[in-house]
């Protein structure tokens, strides 16, 4: 198995049960990543797998432009709409032009903004309630066993 189907397979068990800013994290390594193949296929004059980088790139980009909510917050869409509509143009800019310092420049953007999304994922969870422990009885001895937990029970009969 490739170092890349690897990471598929581990990323889709993660997406699995992650929340909606999880899930745009996610993505935003997913973008980062493909731009970095971009860049490693660049220096390798290998056309196609350049190619396949960036179309993934910007697979991956119009997932993330679906997600944006303009009902939630109108100005925070509207950037976000803006900074992916400059990121579509600097990836076909950069496929053209076979250009890693401008790739590297969009790699940085969105790792800054991805930080912004974690950010936001580290302020929910530090919100978030912890969870109570599930409460276990004393142990009692058993007949001829030796000793049994006690779970506590929901319903009692006579």
């Known amino acids: 198995m ?7 397979s581990y990323r889709k068990t993660a997406a699995v049960g992650a929340s909606g800013v999880e899930l745009v994290i996610a993505l935003y390594d997913t973008l980062a990543g493909d731009m970095g193949r ?3 296929a660049m220096r390798k004059n290998d056309i196609p797998a350049r190619s396949k980088a960036v179309a993934h790139a910007l697979q991956v980009l ?3 432009v679906q997600w944006i909510n303009g009902e939630q917050d109108a100005e925070f869409a509207r950037n976000l709409s803006t900074f992916y509509a400059h990121l579509q143009r600097k990836l076909l800019e950069a496929q053209a032009n076979q250009s890693i310092e401008l790739l590297e420049e969009q790699i940085k953007l969105v790792l800054t903004i991805r930080r912004g999304w974690q950010d936001q994922l580290d302020a929910q969870a530090s ?3 912890e969870p109570e422990p599930e409460p276990v009885m004393p142990r009692r001895p058993q007949a001829f066993g030796g000793w049994q937990e006690e779970r506590a029970s929901l319903s009692w009969s006579a």
């Open 62 to 64: 119009g997932y993330l």
């Open 2 to 8: 490739s170092t890349y189907s690897t990471e598929l």
């Open 127 to 129: 919100k978030a309630p």
């Open 38 to 40: 971009a860049i490693a």
